[in-house]
């Protein structure tokens, strides 16, 4: 299971075209450690895939008993901003993914969660600028 998850900043990419990811620190229960890179789209439709695994926890059928964390919504922004907003979302994105790993086991240990925080070949080899 996962023990600690620390967003520690956001990178420009260039490829396939410009973007901004997460960089992600991600400490597991048997002490290994990785560092992960996540676009802010990806948070979005983990998002989505817990809300429609647990519509309960979602608050779908009474807001109060909601449990999984709010993202940060979406910007529309300019194209000057964007660094602006990857920023701004640090600390939101941090909060969410400490909130995340701290659900019942049933949710945070979900298959949805660990496939999410687990490095992914990309995280391996990040591309050169």
């Given amino acids: 299971s996962i023990a600690e998850v620390k ?34 789209s990806k948070f979005f439709d983990l ?4 809300l429609d695994k647990f ?5 779908q059928k009474d807001p109060k008993q909601r449990i ?8 529309l922004f300019r194209r000057s901003h964007i660094r602006d907003v990857a920023v701004k979302r640090l600390i939101p994105i941090d909060e969410y993914c400490k909130a995340l790993i701290q659900l019942p086991p049933y949710i945070s240990q979900c298959e949805e969660v660990l496939q999410f925080f687990e490095t992914w070949p990309d995280d391996l080899t990040p591309p050169k600028e």
């Fill in 7 to 40: 967003v520690l900043d956001v990178q420009k990419r260039r490829i396939p075209n410009k973007h901004y990811v997460y960089i992600i620190k991600v400490t597991w229960s048997n002490g290994a450690t990785e560092v992960i890179y996540r676009r802010y």
């Fill in 47 to 50: 998002q989505m895939q817990m």
């Fill in 55 to 59: 519509p309960m926890e979602g608050g």
């Fill in 68 to 75: 999984i964390p709010f993202l940060p919504g979406k910007i």
